[in-house]
């Protein structure tokens, strides 16, 4: 098995994948804050997840993976109160709507998913660990502060200079999110404030509740140890969170905290960041109601490279939709196939594999694994017409692309899931009419199934249909 190469954010290269033990991947994944449905560009980093955990699974990787849920928040208390709805009822409102839409979108379930609320005490923990090291305060508001100057490696990761830092460095920020030009001593623990209401904690740092980095610092070493293998989020995640998740990690345990950080690209509208905060987002949901299919919802973002933007339209979502159609009837196609054999395609098959290995290995380079799946396609597509394609080999290409494309894109369905429920009834009807020797009755069911656009093909094994 050749080694996958990634690009990881900490060394700006590719480099070899290579778990810290033997094939087992400890994987931390920056997980959702549970205040709204999230949008689609917010799927593009889960959808991103999941391509990559299918593909090392596919690989025979043992993948160990941990998405946490951000269940408290600036955003999750002020909504929460505007809802007059406590947090806990708020947030588990859209935890369940997250998981429900993971599910529509194909995307596999982690291991873990650990809430911060649940981890109080684990991140208490590690703020006192990070006083006693010298690298945390508190501040003259009560709240608690990581001293960035005492941890020399503060900016590796997004690339900061220590001039930025001496900059800001006088300076705390107490807010979970801010940019470079704020680089300053951040908040591991928010006293309490009348703003938060019954939102906090009673502990040994004081009343009040963990800031945002802490949770991931906590929640990350806590199921998968000091050291981990990969770190995931969305670019924009690179600073501050991954930056002071480093710290914190780093700064408590005195080891080397992640060794591959790998970072999506966003979703664009019309070449702006869709954001809750810019206003321009849809939802899953928004997608479905304009009847677009989660097939192609989750083509559409993963098959743009997870290292480039991606310009979201409903013309990508058409394509995808397309794409699929044209792949599902050469399938089905392929189903029929009953040639002679084809000695020129025994290649075509071997190397198409490989192929599509070889630009998966490359840090996931979806546009030539995908070319190399369309021209099998296409060449088989010919063949099959000329009728010079053989039943194994069909059975062959078939293997392909439902245990290799599709185990790694998640995109194919099995026919049986795409017939109404219509036609499956009166095909069981017609099963009972012709155990009771009803001809006359199963026929006429058969023409109603024709006429929903299905075929009943009668086979040793019972009724297989074909879209007509
Ligand atoms: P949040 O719930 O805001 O913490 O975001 C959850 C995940 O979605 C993070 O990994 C973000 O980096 C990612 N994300 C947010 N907006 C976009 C976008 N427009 N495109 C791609 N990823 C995004
Ligand atoms: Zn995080």
């Known amino acids: 098995m050749n080694m996958p190469k990634f690009f990881n954010t900490l060394t700006r290269k590719k480099e070899a994948f290579k778990p810290l033990q033997n094939n087992l991947v400890r994987w931390y994944a920056c997980g959702p804050t549970v205040y709204n449905y999230p949008h689609i560009g917010n799927y593009r980093a889960y959808a991103f997840v999941d391509l990559l955990r299918r593909f090392l699974e596919w690989k025979n990787y043992k993948v160990m993976l941990v998405m946490n849920i951000t269940d408290v928040d600036d955003k999750t208390i002020r909504d929460s109160q505007k809802q007059g709805k406590t947090l806990e009822e708020f947030t588990r409102f859209y935890e369940k709507g997250f998981f429900e839409d993971l599910q529509t979108l194909n995307i596999k379930p982690a291991n873990y998913y650990p809430r911060a609320t649940d981890h109080i005490n684990d991140m208490v923990s590690l703020i006192g660990e990070l006083t006693l090291a010298h690298k945390a305060y508190q501040g003259s508001d009560g709240s608690w502060y990581y001293k960035i100057s005492e941890f020399l490696d503060y900016g590796k990761l997004s690339g900061l200079q220590q001039k930025d830092l001496k900059a800001g460095a006088s300076g705390r920020v107490a807010a979970d999110e801010y940019t470079k030009d704020n680089v300053s001593d951040f908040v591991l623990w928010k006293a309490w404030q009348p703003d938060d209401g019954d939102v906090y904690w009673e502990t040994r740092l004081g009343k009040g509740r963990p800031g945002w980095h802490i949770e991931c610092s906590a929640m990350s070493t806590k199921y998968l140890g000091f050291s981990f293998d990969i770190h995931t989020g969305g670019v924009d995640l690179k600073f501050p969170h991954h930056e002071n998740e480093i710290a914190q990690s780093e700064g ?69 939709e397309k794409t699929l159609d044209r792949l599902q009837d050469f399938l089905a196609r392929a189903k029929e196939a009953d040639g002679k054999n084809n000695p020129g395609l025994e290649n075509a098959i071997k190397n198409t594999k490989k192929r599509f290995e070889d630009a998966l ?53 099995k026919k049986s899931a795409t017939v109404p429920k219509t036609v499956l009834d009166l095909v069981e009807k017609r099963e009972a009419a012709r155990k009771k020797k009803d001809f006359k009755a199963a026929d006429a069911l058969r023409n109603q199934i024709k006429e929903k656009g299905f075929e009943v093909v009668d086979e040793a094994t019972g009724p297989r249909l074909k879209k007509t």
């Open 361 to 413: 290995d490359d840090d996931l380079d979806v546009a030539q694994a995908l070319s190399a799946v369309f021209e099998l396609e296409h060449q088989a597509n010919k063949a099959m017409a000329l009728g010079h394609v053989s039943k194994k080999q069909a059975e062959r290409i078939a293997d392909f692309f439902w245990n290799d494309f599709n185990a790694v894109f998640g995109v194919l369905e």
């Open 252 to 320: 408590a345990s005195k080891k080397p905290f992640v060794k591959y950080w790998l970072h999506n690209e966003h979703l664009l509208v019309e070449g702006k960041k869709m954001s809750k905060s810019l206003g321009n987002f849809y939802t899953l949901r928004d997608l479905l109601d304009k009847n677009l299919k989660p097939a192609a919802i989750r083509y559409a973002l993963i098959a743009t490279h997870y290292r480039s933007q991606l310009n979201f339209t409903f013309d990508v979502v058409h394509a995808a």
